[in-house]
T-cell receptor, first 113, second 114 residues
Framework: GESVGLHLPTLSVQEGDNSIINCAYS??????FIWYKQESGKGPQFIID?????DKRQGQRVTVLLNKTVKHLSLQIAATQPGDSAVYFC????????????FGKGTSLLVTP | ETGVTQSPTHLIKTRGQQVTLRCSSQ?????VSWYQQALGQGPQFIFQ???????GRGNFPPRFSGLQFPNYSSELNVNALELDDSALYLC?????????????FGQGTRLTVV
């Protein structure tokens, strides 16, 4: 089936630096994209979303960029903090059965002091 | 906190047994989806319920079944448990079933099959 994947399984950054987490998707019919943060022992937590008619969306310290031409999504975290350490998943809707979220495998972000 | 609660938080079952997991959706949400997350993997869609009807199903065998109640809470039932069913089971509720609707996840139920 269609897939959503991440380029890097792990990312280590220093506190205060900016982080960029990348994601590729294969289904051009995807309509809606979401970034989730998952801390150990917890469920995924919504960070930011973007619809296919947009190419950029900003939140508090986070920015999501969508490039539909190359089917690429990125999450930028400004001034990364130790509390940002977690696994980050991109997910998409618009493909698959029902209105399921199709998740990638995740990128582990480690923020060092 | 998302307002989505799951019970129990942890569970150990023996191969061949049956298990029921429960989810209370966020107030006002009529759509509940269930996901299975194996260790080190992303969540995999099991099925979705909208207004007490199954609205879509992922690639899971029939021994995975569900229910949604009039108050929109939901159950996930798994029969004839296998060792590979060991995973974190996540419930997500949404305001409705449309594509562009945010899903809020619960903390999950950690199921271990021995």
């Amino acid at each position: 089936g269609e897939s959503v994947g991440l380029h890097l399984p792990t990312l280590s950054v220093q506190e205060g630096d900016n982080s960029i987490i990348n994601c590729a998707y294969s289904n051009s019919a995807s309509d809606y994209f979401i970034w989730y943060k998952q801390e150990s022992g917890k469920g995924p937590q919504f960070i930011i979303d973007i619809r296919s008619n947009m190419d950029k969306r900003q939140g508090q310290r986070v920015t999501v960029l969508l490039n539909k031409t190359v089917k690429h999504l990125s999450l930028q975290i400004a001034a990364t903090q130790p509390g940002d350490s977690a696994v980050y998943f991109c997910a998409e809707k618009g493909s698959g059965s029902g209105y399921a979220l199709n998740f990638g495998k995740g990128t582990s972000l480690l923020v060092t002091p | 906190e998302t307002g989505v609660t799951q019970s129990p938080t942890h569970l150990i079952k023996t191969r061949g047994q049956q298990v029921t997991l429960r989810c209370s959706s966020q107030s006002g949400h009529n759509t509940v989806s269930w996901y299975q997350q194996a260790l080190g993997q992303g969540p995999q869609f099991i099925f979705q319920y909208y207004r007490e009807e199954e609205n879509g199903r992922g690639n899971f065998p029939p021994r995975f079944s569900g229910l949604q109640f009039p108050n929109y809470s939901s159950e996930l039932n798994v029969n004839a448990l296998e060792l590979d069913d060991s995973a974190l089971y996540l419930c997500a509720s949404s305001l409705d079933r449309s594509v562009n609707t945010e899903a809020f996840f619960g903390q999950g139920t950690r199921l271990t099959v021995v």
